[in-house]
Nanobody, 122 residues
Framework: QVQLVESGGGLVQAGGSLRLSCAAS????????MGWFRQAPGKEREFVAA????????NYADSVKGRFTISRDNAKNTVSLQMNSLKPEDTAVYYC???????????????WGQGTQVTVSS
């Protein structure tokens, strides 16, 4: 079992940056593939980025490639999402998730945080 708590959301103007963090407790986060997802009002939750257990493998949704960077610090049991060049369409609740697997995936995650709101104004 692992517990996930996101932080770092907020209100930012278009073109700005935010850094989201996810703190994991319980079992060591290095045993898990970690991911970020988001859900905008009236839309289904969608995959944003994932990172492998060692931090070497990463995967991004096409909509955020080149703007967002996922990273992890296994010593601190944290995962981060650096978001640059933010657009109004990035507005959503962002969720951290953990997957008990060695394979990156855009779905089938086992544990979820409560989410943090990101609002990008135009």
């Amino acid at each position: 079992q692992v517990q996930l708590v996101e932080s770092g959301g907020g209100l930012v103007q278009a073109g700005g940056s935010l850094r989201l963090s996810c703190a994991a407790s319980g079992r060591t986060s290095s045993n898990y593939v970690m991911g970020w997802f988001r859900q905008a009002p009236g839309k289904e939750r969608e995959f944003v980025a994932a990172i492998g257990r060692s931090g070497l493998l990463k995967n991004y949704a096409d909509s955020v490639k080149g703007r967002f960077t996922i990273s992890r610090d296994n010593a601190k049991n944290t995962v981060s999402l650096q978001m640059n060049s933010l657009k109004p369409e990035d507005t959503a609740v962002y969720y951290c998730a953990a997957r008990a697997s060695i394979a990156l995936s855009t779905g089938n995650y086992d544990y979820w945080g409560q989410g943090t709101q990101v609002t990008v104004s135009s």
